[in-house]
Antibody
Framework: EVQLVESGGGLIQPGGSLRLSCAAS????????MSWVRQAPGKGLEWVSVIWRDGTTYYAESVKGRFTISRDNSKNMLYLQMNSLRGEDTAMYYCARELQIAKGQGAFDCWGQGALVIVSS | QSALTQPASVSGSPGQSITISCTGT?????????VSWYQQHSVKAPKLMIY???NRPSGVSNRFSGSKSGNTASLTISGLQAEDEADYYC??????????FGGGTKLTVL
């Protein structure tokens, strides 16, 4: 069964750091385009970052320079390192897989259940 | 990158058809045929309903269809059912190699 399970969310003070993890099963992370998408409470979806099959990464302007997406092929895991966190980063963070035929265009066919990050003092 | 523009809400009666619009710019919706639509029920993870403007993933009802003209994409749901009541989001690939979502549309089935 294809599945994504996020972990690592929690309450963190402004300026702090947090690393989200996403465990994949039923498919290989390194052969897919993988993204992080977030949703602030009561708000819409916001794309955060993508890592391509070849390892190329892209970020939303709102997180560029603060967040880093990465993967561990040996563990079949996706990560999001979040530094210099701000109140506006408070959200549910989803890891998402693109359709096999997709190439980073935002066709996410598999989503995790989400990890809640709350940035507050 | 500004969010794509969607109506905040739409409604329809069972059996009717509704259309949700998604307006972007020549840097996103108008640049590629890479528009997707997602359905989200309450606090659940989104579900892909349409990709590449018109394509349905396996298992998605053919009551859902997509189209695009210029910088505006549309999702049409025909034969509305109570289970279709949810939030719907469009997304588009952009010339900056990022993805941008719409603000979301709440569909109410009367």
């Amino acid at each position: 069964e294809v599945q994504l399970v996020e972990s690592g969310g929690g309450l963190i003070q402004p300026g702090g750091s947090l690393r989200l993890s996403c465990a994949a099963s039923g498919f290989t992370v390194s052969t897919n385009y993988m993204s992080w998408v977030r949703q602030a409470p009561g708000k819409g979806l916001e794309w955060v970052s993508v890592i391509w099959r070849d390892g190329t990464t892209y970020y939303a302007e709102s997180v560029k320079g603060r967040f880093t997406i990465s993967r561990d092929n040996s563990k079949n895991m996706l990560y999001l390192q979040m530094n210099s966190l701000r109140g506006e980063d408070t959200a549910m963070y989803y890891c998402a897989r693109e359709l096999q035929i997709a190439k980073g265009q935002g066709a996410f066919d598999c989503w995790g259940q989400g990890a809640l990050v709350i940035v507050s003092s | 990158q500004s969010a794509l523009t969607q109506p905040a809400s739409v409604s329809g009666s069972p059996g009717q058809s509704i259309t949700i619009s998604c307006t972007g710019t020549s840097s996103d919706v108008g640049a590629y045929d890479y528009v997707s639509w997602y359905q989200q029920h309450s606090v659940k993870a989104p579900k892909l309903m349409i990709y590449d403007v018109t394509n349905r993933p396996s298992g998605v009802s053919n009551r859902f269809s997509g189209s695009k003209s210029g910088n505006t994409a549309s999702l049409t749901i025909s034969g509305l059912q109570a289970e279709d009541e949810a939030d719907y989001y469009c997304s588009s690939y952009t010339t900056s190699r990022s993805v941008v979502f719409g603000g979301g549309t709440k569909l109410t089935v009367l």
